[in-house]
């Protein structure tokens, strides 16, 4: 099945998750294209879509929602899966914007969504977002548990079924409610 990876990242870190959950998607077997939000014209060549942010200021980035609502309908007509990034120990984000989130997750009959910890490198940050993360006494580091991630990819693909031509797995697909919400 032709898969779409779709992840909006401002310093890298959220577009290597996706690619680590693309990876798992080409192993199943999948051909799998990833992609800046922005760059994509049209949802009608996949068969599913895993779409990302990273999560600034309690949001998503723009570009990824601006693709959610721009192509809400046929996101809403086959499988997909969201995820999320951000530093869970930020003060200032309480949380990934869960209202947000659940709505987006309702309107596009989403799988799931996933939250995944994130990066913090302060040399590469703007002044602007130093200044925030100063405020919010974010802590430099690399959070993410990429095995999670990949497990997560291995789940999808589970949940996608065999793909023609590839060896069964003997993996039982998930229920809708497989994801986390
Ligand atoms: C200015 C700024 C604001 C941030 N705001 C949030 C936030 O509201 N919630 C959160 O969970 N993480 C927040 N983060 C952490 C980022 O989501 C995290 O560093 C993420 O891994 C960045 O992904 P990227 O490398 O793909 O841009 C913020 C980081 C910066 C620099």
Redesign the pocket.
Known sequence: MRVLVA???????????GSVIADALREAGHDVDEREPADVALIDPYGAVVLGS??????W?PDARELAQRAATPLSRRPVWLF?????T?P??????PIEMRDLTERLAARGHRKF????DRSV?SF???T??AA?R?RDGD??DLDAVRAWGDEIAAELGPVLGQPETGIGTLGRDGGHI
Do not use: D
């Open positions: 992840v909006a990242s401002r310093h890298g870190g959220t577009q290597e998750i990273a999560v600034y200021n309690g949001r980035l999320s990034s951000g530093l869970a930020l200032a984000s309480a949380s990934n914007s910890a994130g990066r913090l940050l602007a977002e130093r925030i993360i919010a974010g959070y993410r």
